[in-house]
């Protein structure tokens, strides 16, 4: 038997006002595209924004659908938008906002598993990470250097070979 020991490090920043102005822009891109979620069910808006090497900004907002499983996270809807439409960019950054219509959330609200796949995909697929960036409504802003580091045991096209 042997042991596996993961080390994932993240930054966390007290509020948005911490970050870079590159950084901050994105992060504000995403809390105003949140506003676009079509979110009836749940009413947890969820706001994405992109920033491609070719400095274009992607941006996508959650969207529901009565049939559950057929909505769309904001991650997934800004990374299939920016591989659709810049297909040979890489993805250098995302920010991500979520908030509640409910309550207001002060937590950093990492991606979801799928969000998670999605963003990985592309990782490996552009041979570079992706810098992660994200937090509720209000409050801390959580940075992670790589997907890897929200999910170090990658699930990627080598184990389909």
Not at 94 to 114: E, F, K, L, M, W
Request: proline share 4%; with cysteine.
């Amino acid at each position: 038997m042997k042991k596996l020991e993961v080390k994932v490090e993240f930054t966390v920043f007290d509020d948005v006002d911490e970050l870079t102005q590159e950084d901050k822009e994105l992060m504000f891109k995403a809390v105003e595209t949140r506003k676009t979620a079509y979110a009836p069910y749940s009413k947890f808006r969820v706001g994405a924004a992109l920033l491609l090497e070719n400095n274009e900004i992607v941006l996508g907002s959650n969207q529901e659908n009565a049939s559950y499983p057929s909505g769309l996270c904001a991650e997934r809807v800004a990374i299939y938008q920016a591989g659709a439409q810049y297909p040979s960019q890489k993805i250098k950054k995302i920010a991500i906002s979520a908030a509640s219509d409910q309550n207001i959330t002060v937590t950093p609200i990492p991606p979801c598993g799928a969000c998670r796949q999605a963003i990985a995909e592309y990782e490996v697929k552009q041979e570079s990470e992706i810098e992660i960036f994200f937090m509720g409504e209000t409050g801390k802003v959580v940075k992670s250097n790589s997907l890897k580091d929200l999910m170090p045991l990658l699930f990627d096209k080598s184990f389909l070979l």
